[in-house]
C-alpha cells in the first residue's frame, strides 16, 4: 500500500511531533529530578546541621553535668574531712 504525497507529509509531522513530545516530556522528567535531588540535598544538609547542633547541645550537657557531679563529689569529701 503506497501513500499519497499528502498522506506521505502528514505521517512525518506526526512522526516528528511523537519526536518532539518524547524530548520535552524527557526533559522536563530530567529537570524535576533535579529539582528533586537539589532539594533532597538541601534537606539533608539542614538535618546534618541541626544534627550537629543536637550533639553540641548535648556534649555541653553532659560537661555541665560532669561538672556538676564533681562538685557534689567534692562537697561530700569536705563535708566528711570536717
Do not use: P, W
Amino acid at each position: 500500500m503506497y501513500l499519497s504525497e499528502l498522506e506521505e507529509i502528514i505521517a512525518y509531522i506526526i512522526c516528528i511531533a511523537i519526536v518532539i513530545g518524547f524530548g520535552i516530556t524527557t526533559y522536563m522528567e530530567i529537570k524535576n529530578t533535579i529539582h528533586e535531588e537539589k532539594q533532597k540535598y538541601r534537606e539533608q544538609k539542614e538535618n546534618e546541621k541541626k544534627i550537629k547542633t543536637l550533639i553540641n547541645y548535648f556534649n555541653t550537657k553532659k560537661k555541665l553535668i560532669d561538672t556538676a557531679v564533681e562538685l557534689n563529689l567534692s562537697i561530700k569529701k569536705n563535708k566528711n574531712k570536717n
